[in-house]
């Protein structure tokens, strides 16, 4: 199990407490961005289209994906998560970011 912590505002559209576990079957070096998000999208189908495009399943421009302290938000969608992620240690955070003037 792999622990997400969401926003507040999709926590209320999927009507989830902040942090979800979602079961993902694969071994901690095969786990990705998109194995994840695919297997939250496919948990909590209210949130596609919002954390990623639906067409390209990029991630979104506001937000930003944290995991061990470090900024993944960049990193390939195929690059593995590091292993403390996948073994359900530490959470993979979706973070809102701030924005305004």
Known sequence: MVTVI???QLCTLA?????VRIPVSVGDANLTQRVLLDALELA??????????R??????PYLRFFAC????S????DAPLPREV????????????????
């Open 74 to 77: 960049h990193e390939s969608p």
């Open 6 to 8: 969401l926003p507040a």
């Open 86 to 101: 996948a073994a359900g240690t530490e959470p993979f955070l979706v973070i809102g970011s701030v924005a305004g003037g």
């Open 55 to 60: 067409v390209t399943r990029l991630r979104r």
């Open 44 to 53: 909590y189908p209210m949130l596609r289209g919002t954390i990623r495009d």
């Open 69 to 72: 302290g470090e900024d993944v």
């Open 15 to 19: 009507r989830v407490d902040r942090e």
